[in-house]
């Protein structure tokens, strides 16, 4: 993923949520997929406390990140 020009940075983490991510970072933005609604998203409460907007973004998931990854390795390199 973070080889792709729109992408600035990557980060890996181990944790079921980004709660402590979101209070390491304090990005303005939390980003959830439409698999989540403004309601349910996990975190809310953490961007919440610390301000921080939460948008439901992106189509319908009916694919991973992992699909994708292994969609573009399968693409011939020039």
Known sequence: ??????VDYV???SESNVEALLAELRPDVHA????YT???VPERATSDRLG???AIVGDAKNHSTREFIDSV????HA
């Open 1 to 6: 993923m973070g080889a792709l020009r729109a």
């Open 73 to 76: 390795r399968k693409v011939p």
């Open 38 to 40: 403004a309601d349910n």
């Open 52 to 54: 921080i907007r939460v």
């Open 32 to 35: 959830k997929g439409t698999d």
């Open 11 to 13: 980060v890996v983490f």
